[in-house]
């Protein structure tokens, strides 16, 4: 009998984890928890995941909460081991680069227990960003490292992981595409628009200084005078607009669950995202996208000439804006697999 301890806090975790587990659950040898941290905790940031994903209620709900990152990471951290402690021979199963995922990594080292990470080798080489610390350092220290894609897997032979490191490393393909595959949109879409730029904005980086939220806002103002622009603002995202006293003329609604976030995507001619979930979705959708972060996460995006990264400038993304629909897109390219995540890390875990 395996135990998995499921450890999640944010929506593109609910998203994976809801593929995971019910693909584990066909085996009758494993039993599965779910502890979620508690840092996405509003019922449109995460019950609502629960409930349209059809995911069990979390065992346990940390509750940890509107803390700064350095604070959630160590009382995370804390009251994981303490879980941990009381589990024996559990399998921790963390994904991607979030506080929360850190988190149960050094919980988990702590309390001698397994670590198993999925979306392992994003590397976008730099260091002052919190994501990339946090992957890394996963990375690092667990076990088995799962990659969604082919350059993922490389990077992590070229540091030696599988040999100098002995994590072990598998080439698994994306559990967020399998979800795009699986999981059906919503059979109605709210918005009205038939021909709109779908927008998402909610890094730190670009939502905690004044000047790179102002200039995001601006862009948008005007790329929306050409085409509509619909932003599901998020809760942090909606605070630094009303802090800051900024003034979109875009529309804005209310943040969406996945289903109805698949179905508005589905229905948009373009994406603009500073979200690596939201790009690769974009991928996923067949639809041009801008990616506002200098250094984004999926690169092979890039390379498949279907998205543009851009620095948070207003000149930068009406630039990019302009070239978007001449982008010689290559959506047929498998950059994240066959859709068979789930089943390869399943099979993985039971044949350990």
């Known amino acids: 009998m395996k135990t998995i301890l499921h450890i999640v ?3 593109p975790q609910f998203i994976k984890l809801a593929i995971l587990y019910k693909e584990l659950a066909t085996d009758h040898s494993v039993t599965q928890k779910i502890i ?5 905790y509003s019922v449109e940031m995460s019950d609502i995941f629960f409930k349209e994903l059809d995911i069990p209620e979390p065992d346990i709900n940390l509750k940890i909460n509107s803390s700064p990152a350095d604070l959630f990471i160590a009382n995370a951290t804390i009251s994981l081991q303490e879980y941990f402690a009381g589990e024996d021979a559990a399998i921790v199963f963390v994904y991607g680069d979030t506080n929360t995922t850190l988190a149960a990594g050094i919980a988990a080292r702590r309390t001698g ?12 080489g730099d260091n002052a960003m919190p994501e990339e610390i946090n992957r890394v350092l996963t990375d690092r220290i667990a076990d088995v490292n799962y990659c969604c894609t082919s350059k993922n897997y490389q990077a992590m032979l070229a540091e030696g992981y599988g040999s100098a490191i002995g994590s072990r490393v598998v080439l698994s393909g994306d559990l967020m595409y399998e ?7 919503s059979e109605k879409n709210s918005i009205k628009e038939k021909n709109y730029m779908a927008c998402t904005i909610h890094r730190a980086d670009n939502i905690l200084a004044k000047e790179k939220l102002s200039a995001i806002v601006n862009a948008l103002n005007i790329i929306h005078k050409e085409i509509p622009v619909i932003v599901p603002v998020h809760p942090h995202t909606k605070k630094r607009l009303e802090e800051y006293g900024l003034q979109p003329s875009f529309m804005i609604t209310n943040p969406m669950g996945y289903r109805e976030m698949k179905t508005f995507m589905n229905q948009s001619s373009y994406v603009i995202t500073d979200s690596g979930g939201a790009a690769r979705e974009a991928f996923f959708h067949q639809k041009k996208s801008i990616v506002v972060m200098n250094k984004p996460f999926w690169p092979e995006i890039m390379d ?3 998205s543009i990264s851009c620095l948070p400038d207003t000149s930068e993304l009406l630039k990019s804006f302009g070239k978007l629909s001449a982008l010689p897109a290559d959506f047929q390219s498998p950059i994240f697999g066959q859709g068979n995540a789930a089943s390869l890390i399943t099979q993985d875990i039971l044949s350990a």
């Open 113 to 124: 227990k397994l670590l198993y990470h999925f979306e392992a080798g994003v590397r976008t």
């Open 36 to 40: 979620h941290t508690g840092q996405h």
């Open 179 to 185: 979800a795009f595959l699986k999981i059906p949109g």
């Open 304 to 306: 498949a000439h279907c």
């Open 9 to 11: 806090g944010n929506r």
